[in-house]
């Protein structure tokens, strides 16, 4: 390989090197359009071909990232892994469920799994400086036994990082997580239980609340908090000449968990208050609280929906 190579050849060289066909949902194919991304260490480099100008080429050209002494990854490598590898580890928790799309309430830490012998820790940032305090800011490290083998892999795989996630939050937001890996179809009902099974047991008293219909994690969010009030809660229920709505309650409060994404510009509310209106003609209340209303100030949310159950009719619609 000679080391004028313009930037793409090298890429095209290094791609069947540097990445694996993924075997879903076990392992995390989170960039680089459903492929995972392997590291590898400067000798494998060497043993496919490469010599030491090929691989300072291919790093001043962009096709290769130096994210640590003697570890590569591909350039166009998604700047999360290649910090999590910079650090010393492989990414975990809440990172890699932001990667694949999977609702995390609140995430402003990179998470990366170290094994228990792990040295030489780097700062995310800067590969020359050390990472001096495991709590430093900005990075979590998480200690704890993989159980899926990561081999190469900037990840760890897809249950292995819910396992971390359930560990790493507040229960609600945990289960609005599992919800969300569900819904979008990232786990199976199997994985789910393996995920459990994988958890200390005083974790399993979450399992039955965990529902794949919901549509985001502000509508998990609601129905936990309804569920903690007491009520009956529907999910994803259709109603004759309105459609499906998020949430029934009681039989008759509907709650629709509106966010920017969907709800945004006057046609969408002009569609919206028509759904109400049809659901005022079947007999139903409807309230619409925005995702940031649920998930931040959720006491004001439910103080409205308090002052309508105080008021609620003795039975439900017909």
């Given at each position: ?10 890429i095209?060289?290094l ?40 691989i ?23 700047d ?119 958890l ?13 219909r ?33 949430l ?34 079947r ?36």
């Amino acid at each position: 390989m000679h080391p004028t190579l313009p930037p793409q050849a090298f890429i095209s060289a290094l791609r069947p090197h540097l990445r694996r066909a993924v075997t879903p949902p076990l392992l995390a194919g989170v960039t680089l359009g459903g492929m995972f991304v392997e590291f590898l260490h400067r000798a494998e480099l060497v043993l496919d071909g490469m010599s030491r100008s090929d691989i300072a080429a291919a790093v001043h050209s962009g096709a290769l990232v130096r994210a640590r002494r003697d570890h590569y990854l591909p350039g166009d490598t998604d700047d999360r892994l290649v910090r999590a590898v910079r650090v010393g580890g492989r990414l975990t928790c809440l990172s890699v469920l932001q990667l694949l799309g999977v609702f995390v309430q609140v995430s402003s830490h990179l998470h990366v799994h170290m094994v228990r012998t792990a040295s030489r820790m780097r700062s995310p940032h800067d590969r020359r400086q050390r990472l001096e305090d495991r709590s430093v800011r900005g990075v979590r490290l998480h200690w704890s036994p993989l159980h899926d083998p990561p081999g190469h892999s900037a990840t760890v795989s897809v249950i292995d990082a819910l396992v971390h996630s359930v560990l790493c939050q507040a229960p609600r937001a945990a289960i609005a997580s599992l919800d969300s890996a569900l819904y979008r179809a990232v786990i199976s009902l199997a994985d789910l239980g393996e995920v459990f099974a994988r958890l200390p047991a005083r974790f399993a008293v979450l399992r039955p609340l965990v529902d794949g219909r919901a549509e985001s994690g502000p509508e998990t969010l609601m129905r936990l908090m309804l569920r903690a009030l007491g009520c009956s809660v529907a999910v994803q229920v259709q109603i004759e000449g309105v459609g499906r709505v998020d949430l029934v309650v009681d039989g008759w409060l509907v709650i629709e968990c509106d966010s920017k994404e969907f709800h945004a510009g006057w046609q969408a509310q002009a569609k919206d208050r028509e759904r109400d209106l049809r659901l005022a003609a079947r007999g139903f209340t409807c309230i619409r609280p925005t995702a940031a209303m649920i998930m931040n100030d959720p006491e004001f949310v439910l103080d409205a929906v308090r002052g309508l159950l105080a008021t609620r009719p003795d039975r439900a619609p017909e």
